[in-house]
């Protein structure tokens, strides 16, 4: 049975320099870091409840909803290049991984 988030010490996460999003099993933000936040564009309070695909070019989201149900569905990780819109727009690359 998942945690309830503020049951959750985010510590690690939010001390990471390296931008780390946490996703609810469907998909949907729970939590960004602040260098998720820097990088996005999107504050943690604009990404919650937001499902991950919605910062994606349509051609890039069978690709990477399939890698994400692979790491839920089969406790496989994943490690992929995809591209993003952030808030202002631009389309950036990112490297994600899916754990």
Known sequence: MPFP???VDLWLVDSLLVPVSLHDLDGR???ANAAAERASGYTNAQLRGRHFTDLLRPEARENVETQF???VEHGEPAD???VFVDAGGH???TRAQHL
């Open 91 to 93: 389309l950036r690359g």
């Open 80 to 82: 992929f290049v995809t």
């Open 29 to 31: 933000f729970v939590h």
């Open 5 to 7: 988030l503020q049951d």
């Open 69 to 71: 149900r692979r790491a």
